[in-house]
C-alpha cells in the first residue's frame, strides 16, 4: 500500500461547483498536512497549512484533516476557471522533513 | 516574497554527459530540496540538506549527486546522464524557524524539464 493514496482524475466541473479533493494515508504518525496547487508548466504553490485534526478556512478553500479516518479533503467552493490545476496533497511526521506526497489529482474547471 | 530560482527552465542533454541543475533561494532558508516529478509517479524527493555541506539521501538518489556549497545554492549533479532521467526537476527550501506554523513550508521553484537523448 503506498503512503499517500490521492485519485489522479481528471476531475472536470463546471463553474461554481463545489469541488472536493481527498487523499488517503497509511502512516499514522503524520501530523502536518498541507496542499500545493500546481498550474501546468509551473512549480507547486502552497494552498493550506493544516496541523493535526480540524478544519481550516481561507476564503474559498477549506482544508479538513480526519486523523482517525486517515483522511484529508480540500473543498473548493463557486470553483472558477482559474482554479483549473494539478492539486498535490503532501504530510510530513515532523517539521522540516521532507514531504510525502500524493499524485495530485488535475481538476479542470468548465466555464 | 520567497524566491526559489532554477537556472534553466528546459534543458536538453546527451546520454552520458554530466549535467548540473542549479537552484538559489533568497530568504536565508536553512533547508533545500530536489524532487523530480514524472507522470502517475508524482513527486519523488532525490536529495535534501538541512545545512551547508549537509545532504541527506532522499528516496531515489541513485544516479545523482548534490552540492550545497553556500546556503542559498543547491546544485543537483546527473554524473552520467541516461534516458531514464528525463524528467521535470523540482527544487524547494523552507526553513528551521520555530515561529508561525507556515514558516516551515516548502516554497518551490518553477521546475526543470530535462529531456536526455
Given at each position: 500500500q503506498k503512503e499517500v493514496e490521492q485519485d489522479p482524475g481528471p476531475l472536470s466541473v463546471p463553474e461554481g461547483a463545489i469541488v472536493s479533493l481527498n487523499c488517503t494515508y497509511?502512516?499514522?504518525?503524520?501530523q502536518y498536512f498541507m496542499w500545493y496547487r500546481q498550474y501546468s508548466r509551473k512549480g507547486p504553490e502552497l494552498l493550506m497549512y493544516t496541523y493535526s485534526s480540524g478544519n481550516k478556512e481561507d476564503g474559498r478553500f477549506t482544508a479538513q484533516v480526519d486523523k482517525s479516518s486517515k483522511y484529508i479533503s480540500l473543498f473548493i467552493r463557486d470553483s472558477q476557471p482559474s482554479d483549473s490545476a494539478t492539486y498535490l496533497c503532501a504530510m510530513s511526521v515532523v517539521r522540516n522533513t521532507p514531504l510525502v506526497f500524493g499524485k495530485g489529482t488535475r481538476l479542470s474547471v468548465i466555464a | 516574497d520567497v524566491k526559489v530560482t532554477q537556472s534553466s527552465r528546459y534543458l536538453v542533454k546527451r546520454t552520458g554527459e554530466k549535467v548540473f541543475l542549479e537552484c538559489v533561494q533568497d530568504?536565508?532558508?536553512e533547508n533545500m530540496f530536489w524532487y523530480r516529478q514524472d507522470p502517475g509517479l508524482g513527486l519523488r524527493l532525490i536529495y535534501f540538506s538541512y545545512d551547508v555541506k549537509m545532504k541527506e539521501k532522499g528516496d531515489i538518489p541513485e544516479g545523482y549527486s548534490v552540492s550545497r556549497e553556500k546556503k542559498e545554492r543547491f546544485s543537483l549533479i546527473l554524473e552520467s546522464a541516461s534516458t531514464n532521467q528525463t524528467s521535470m526537476y523540482l527544487c524547494a527550501s523552507s526553513s528551521t524557524?520555530?515561529?508561525?506554523?507556515?514558516?516551515d513550508t516548502q516554497y518551490f521553484g518553477p521546475g526543470t524539464r530535462l529531456t536526455v537523448l
Open positions: 497509511s502512516n499514522s504518525a503524520f | 530568504m536565508d532558508h524557524s520555530s515561529g508561525r506554523t507556515w514558516s
